[in-house]
């Protein structure tokens, strides 16, 4: 198996996505190659690095795919994922679980004014005094 020899400096962050416009119509191969995402075996041969081209555009778009989330606390423990729906107790009571208090950064005491709209309810912080 030949030993790869050439790697090209590929593209990163504002300057992929903004190349990746730029090149319109041309085929994600095609995209990738442009970007530098490919590299040159001693025979000559190229190959698309299409995979590490994709990650990179993701990165450079903000998007994460990673099926843990960045907002966690890293100790590496699985658990329920939170699923944006909630059901209405057998007691009348609306419960919003930790996983929510967590994500939007809720302490204890903090107050909030409620909305009802036709078929919503929003939660607006009541600001603290200062």
Same mark, same amino acid.
């Given at each position: 198996? #030949? !030993? $790869?020899? &050439? @790697?090209? +400096? #590929?593209?990163?962050?504002?300057?992929?996505?903004? $190349?990746?416009? @730029?090149?319109? %119509?041309?085929?994600?191969? /095609? +995209?990738?190659?442009?970007?530098?995402?490919?590299?040159?075996?001693? %025979?000559?041969?190229?190959?698309?690095?299409?995979?590490?081209?994709?990650?990179?555009?993701? %990165?450079?778009?903000?998007?994460?795919?990673?099926?843990?989330?960045?907002?966690?606390?890293?100790?590496?423990?699985?658990?329920?994922?939170?699923?944006? !729906?909630?059901? =209405?107790?057998?007691?009348?009571?609306?419960?919003?679980?930790?996983?929510?208090?967590?994500?939007?950064?809720? $302490? #204890?005491?903090? /107050?909030?004014?409620?909305?009802?709209?036709? &078929?919503?309810?929003?939660?607006? &912080? =009541?600001?603290?005094?200062?």
């Amino acid at each position: 198996m #030949p !030993r $790869k020899r &050439k @790697q090209s +400096k #590929p593209i990163t962050g504002k300057d992929l996505v903004a $190349k990746v416009k @730029q090149l319109g %119509d041309l085929t994600r191969e /095609e +995209k990738a190659k442009a970007c530098g995402y490919y590299s040159t075996d001693k %025979d000559g041969s190229e190959r698309i690095k299409l995979m590490a081209f994709l990650n990179a555009l993701l %990165d450079a778009e903000g998007i994460n795919l990673d099926s843990h989330s960045s907002s966690g606390n890293g100790n590496g423990r699985g658990g329920r994922k939170a699923s944006y !729906r909630v059901s =209405v107790q057998s007691n009348g009571n609306l419960l919003l679980g930790s996983a929510y208090t967590k994500e939007l950064d809720v $302490k #204890p005491g903090d /107050e909030f004014e409620i909305s009802l709209g036709r &078929k919503h309810i929003h939660l607006n &912080k =009541v600001a603290e005094p200062s």
